[in-house]
């Protein structure tokens, strides 16, 4: 099946400097990546996603990049904001979905 | 008020009881989806389902069952031979056959004691 690995397990940043979370993917079939960030105590919510038909997208300040050749794709938030600190979650999706073990992100004010 | 709705939110059961969770959904969504969520694990597949009276094994599925008898209803069964049973467990649901957004329900705590 699907393995999804992520990087980095934790980061930190200053408020308002840029991060950025990479994952990579095993299943070249996988068609759909979407990137969930849950606060604590809260469900996963998307936050944005991309087809593998695209290369990049992009939300105001959040950003997805997919490379399928390489098969790996990364969340880049620029500007980040004290709430913007949570746990965010990749995830590769062909019949099913499956994720990566997430990134907890501090924004430090 | 559409969603998809997990009950009870917090479960505790003794060591050696079956146990079942519900999840419920009326976004008449084809696919669920069972993880586990475990501290610095992120979420695990246990069982999903793409349609009625079909579902498949995800990558931990020993010690649960599930069924889906109805398109609104995905229950999971924590059975007596599951070895660390106590978690966070979520269940999903989307629109179709992969390539969707899956919509997370707001998640069991169970513990086993």
């Known amino acids: 099946g699907e393995n999804v690995e992520q990087h980095p397990s934790t980061l930190s940043v200053q408020e308002g400097d840029s991060a950025v979370i990479k994952c990579t993917y095993s299943?070249?079939?996988?068609?759909?990546f979407p990137w969930y960030k849950q606060e604590l105590g809260k469900r996963p919510q998307l936050i944005i996603d991309i087809r593998s038909n695209v290369g990049e997208k992009k939300d105001q300040r959040i950003a997805v990049t997919l490379n399928k050749t390489a098969k790996h794709f990364s969340l880049h938030i620029t500007e980040t904001q004290p709430e913007d600190s949570a746990v965010y979650f990749c995830a590769a999706s062909r019949l099913d979905m499956r994720f990566g073990a997430g990134t907890r992100l501090t924004v430090k004010p | 008020d559409g969603g998809i709705t997990q009950s009870p939110k917090y479960l505790f059961r003794k060591e050696g009881q079956n146990v079942t969770l519900s999840c419920e959904q009326n976004?008449?969504?084809?696919?669920m989806y069972w993880y586990r969520q475990d501290p610095g694990q992120g979420l695990r597949l246990i069982y999903y389902s793409q349609i009625v009276n079909d579902f498949q094994k995800g990558d931990i599925a020993e010690g649960y069952s599930v069924s889906r008898e109805k398109k609104e209803s995905f229950p999971l069964t924590v059975t007596s031979a599951q070895k660390n049973p106590t978690a966070f467990y979520l269940c999903?649901?989307?629109?179709?056959?992969?390539?969707?957004?899956?919509?997370f329900g707001q998640g069991t705590r169970l513990t086993v004691v």
């Open positions: 299943d070249s079939a996988s068609n759909y």
């Open positions: 976004l008449n969504h084809d696919a």
């Open positions: 999903a649901s989307s629109p179709g056959q992969g390539g969707t957004e899956a919509f």
